[in-house]
């Protein structure tokens, strides 16, 4: 069975700061990862993922990710955080092929300071 | 054009009553998903459908919980005998079905958000 850890709940940015989420799964193979954000009152939304090819994925809104097998991560950037990039972000790991059903992390809440 | 939808939005109950919860699809998705998010977790899968069938009810907690989709359009989830630890937002996707495409994304409606008193 697939896992996903996102070890930090909580992180904090000034507005124009870089800003990089941990995201680390298990799964026995290659696996197929996900970024959604979700703001207060709204759905899911899929930022970007991952496959197979290119280890760095580019998303909407500016964020990329990159895909590391060493180290089982999927961390999710940004070059420049925006106010209004303020949410939940949640990495998840599903199972290559089949139903694409995710398994998500906990999530962590993105804090943007003026 | 319309997202998914998912009704209502917020539903209060009391303990050992029972409940429904509905959800929209996009029109033309023929896969269907059900998650239960708890405060301060990660959804956590359900039930999905393709088409009118339930393909994988592995993530129904136990036989409390119920859903279906009859028409292959809009589904109910549904909860007999609600206890306090069922108290969670139920969130809903959906997507096109298997074989249109490697991958298809789901898209997901705001969630109900369910309190059991």
């Known amino acids: 069975a697939q896992s996903v850890t996102q070890p930090d709940i909580h992180i904090t940015v000034s507005e124009g700061a870089s800003l990089e989420l941990r995201c680390n799964y298990s799964?026995?193979?290659?696996?197929?990862l996900f970024w959604y954000v979700q703001s207060p009152g709204q759905g899911l939304q899929l930022l970007l993922k991952?496959?197979?090819?290119?280890?760095l994925v580019q998303g909407i809104k500016g964020f990329e990710a990159e895909f590391k097998r060493s180290q089982s991560s999927f961390n999710l950037r940004k070059p420049s955080v925006h106010w209004s990039d303020a949410a939940e972000y949640f990495c998840?790991?599903?199972?290559?092929?089949?139903?694409?059903?995710?398994?998500f992390g906990r999530g962590t809440s993105l804090i943007v300071h003026p | 054009g319309a997202g998914v939808s998912q009704t209502p939005s917020n539903k209060v109950t009391e303990k050992g009553k029972y409940v429904e919860l509905r959800c929209d699809p996009i029109?033309?998705?023929?896969?269907l998903y059900w998650y239960r998010q708890s405060l301060g977790q990660g959804p956590e899968f359900l039930i999905y459908?393709?088409?009118?069938?339930?393909?994988?009810d592995s993530g129904l907690p136990n036989d409390r919980f119920f859903a279906v989709r009859p028409e292959g359009s809009v589904s109910t989830l549904k909860i007999q005998r609600t206890e306090r630890g069922d108290s969670a937002v139920y969130l809903c996707?959906?997507?096109?079905?298997?074989?249109?495409?490697?991958?298809?994304?789901?898209?997901f409606g705001p969630g109900t958000r369910l309190t059991v008193l």
């Open positions: 996707a959906s997507s096109l079905g298997p074989g249109t495409s490697v991958y298809n994304e789901q898209f």
């Open positions: 998840a790991v599903a199972p290559s092929g089949g139903s694409y059903i995710p398994t």
């Open positions: 991952y496959f197979s090819g290119d280890t």
């Open positions: 029109s033309g998705h023929t896969a």
């Open positions: 799964y026995g193979a290659t696996p197929y």
């Open positions: 459908f393709q088409g009118t069938g339930a393909a994988d």
